[in-house]
């Protein structure tokens, strides 16, 4: 069985498109998503509509709870004033143009996802098992990642919303922890779209290296195309540029 999980498209439709034409090379058999599919690039509503029409099993991300039930925009201490302005305008014209029927569908999203091969638990969440806006990094404490999921009954636990994706194995090899990176708006060096694949070699195996094979999968996509896009659109030019690598 073939399993592919994406996050953080952010309106990027172009880089989407290219990684749902990826999939579908890899012959994935299920797609999951970690949610935040507004934002940063002019098209949340077509979007939505792909991840709707393809019946996607999608999470609740933080940047679709906000849009979803209008809540304030909570300045970041990690981004400097031209980020902090850049966001408030890309987060208002989401709310001013996607469509009420995007909008409530954004609403039924669930927090997490659990899936379960013979004794293994995987869990999927946005940030964390217990916040969407909760970042965990490559180096994040250990004990608190083996707590977290200890709590939350986890063996694997796939996240996104920090763009920077890594497969960390931690408790003397009997958990994993997978980033899968961002598929519309990669902060690493290599821009391109990133998800995850994960292929179950044997759905009741002992150990999670006979359960499973792990490969983040990066995807060139159009980018020309989505830079012009947000250019062209209301949504501030700082994130065409964070794209193409004038800003870091």
Not at 138 to 154: G, N, Q, R
Not at 169 to 177: A, R
Not at 223 to 242: C, H, K, Q, W
Request: include cysteine; proline fraction near 5%.
């Amino acid at each position: 069985m073939k399993i592919a999980v994406i996050s953080d498209i952010h309106g990027n439709l172009p880089a989407l498109q290219a990684v749902l034409e990826d999939i579908s090379r890899y012959g994935a058999d299920q797609i999951y998503c970690l949610g935040d599919l507004t934002d940063a690039a002019p098209w949340h509503n077509e979007v939505i509509a792909q991840i709707r029409s393809l019946r996607i099993p999608t999470i609740m991300g933080n940047h679709d709870e906000r849009i979803a039930y209008d809540l304030p925009v909570k300045p970041l201490a990690k981004h400097g004033p031209e980020e902090r302005a850049a966001r408030l305008t890309a987060i208002e014209f989401t709310r001013n143009t996607i469509t009420a029927d995007h909008k409530l569908f954004l609403r039924t999203l669930p927090s997490l996802l659990h899936l379960r091969f013979g004794q293994h638990q995987l869990l999927l969440a946005h940030g964390s098992p217990e916040s969407n806006e909760t970042y965990l990094y490559a180096d994040h404490p250990e004990a608190d990642l083996l707590h977290m999921m200890e709590k939350a009954h986890a063996d694997v636990l796939i996240i996104g919303h920090t763009h920077l994706s890594y497969i960390r194995t931690i408790g003397n090899g009997q958990k994993m922890v997978i980033n899968t990176g961002s598929a519309g708006r990669s902060k690493e060096a290599d821009r391109r779209a990133s998800y995850l694949r994960l292929e179950i070699c044997d759905p009741y195996a002992a150990t999670l290296p006979e359960l499973f094979r792990a490969t983040l999968q990066k995807v060139e996509y159009d980018m020309e195309l989505t830079t012009m896009g947000i250019r062209n659109s209301p949504v501030p030019d700082f994130y065409a540029d964070f794209l193409s690598g004038v800003l870091t």
